[in-house]
């Protein structure tokens, strides 16, 4: 079993059936797009409209609007885990941590706009936030330790350090998401290792 599924499987429990599943993937790609529009303004009625279901189908599988953030949250933090996964055989190690960390950027943006929402729920250290922190940190550090015994890493760098320099970055307001991807690229770039002289 995976890092993600060991981290975040008890928080998450989807329907077993096919029909049932794919209602359930439906209300979470609606859910995910309405509230990247209209945040905490979303209906819940306005999502079900979106997905093409009825309101019961929606509330058979989140009974409430603090489900249905949390099951979206836990969603995207699958997402970037899996693709560090699927980073790991990469040929090359600087290149699969680089390409993860542009991934990481855009799931900061999301993160964001979920976890505002969830706060009003949940204290920030609540376990949600507590596992989802767990399975991130562990996703990375194969990719970072990866690249330091290729020796294009510096060897004193540490996933949490990096992990907050770039969640640092990637929440300064930026009028064009490509600016944030450079400037995260060059922050990496001091990750590289240099032999002393």
């Known amino acids: 079993m ?4 060991t981290t975040t499987t008890n928080l998450l429990t989807r329907p077993k059936r ?20 209209g945040g905490e303004s979303t209906a819940l009625e306005e999502i079900a409209r979106r997905a093409g279901v009825g309101i019961g189908t929606l509330y058979r599988n989140f ?5 249905l953030l949390e099951t979206l949250y ?28 542009d991934r990481f950027i855009g799931y900061i943006a999301t993160k964001q706009a979920l976890a505002a929402e969830l706060t009003n729920y949940l204290d920030r250290d609540a376990q ?7 399975a991130l940190w562990a996703a990375g550090e194969p990719l970072l330790t990866r690249a330091q015994e290729a020796g294009v890493v510096r060897p004193d760098a540490e996933i949490g350090d990096v992990m907050h320099m770039v969640m640092g ?28 002289a």
């Open 128 to 134: 949600l936030f507590k596992s989802s922190r767990a």
């Open 63 to 67: 009974p409430n609007r603090q489900a």
């Open 74 to 101: 836990l969603e995207e933090v699958e997402g970037i885990c899996r693709m560090a996964e699927e980073q790991r055989d990469s040929a090359d190690p600087w290149e699969a941590l680089t390409t993860w960390f």
């Open 18 to 37: 096919a029909d049932a599943r794919r209602n359930y993937d439906k209300v979470l790609a609606a859910a995910r797009e309405a509230f990247a529009e």
């Open 2 to 5: 995976s890092t993600v599924e």
């Open 169 to 196: 970055i990637a929440k300064v307001p930026a009028a064009d998401p490509s600016q944030t991807t450079h400037i995260v690229r060059m922050a990496l770039d001091g990750l590289r290792y240099r032999p002393e």
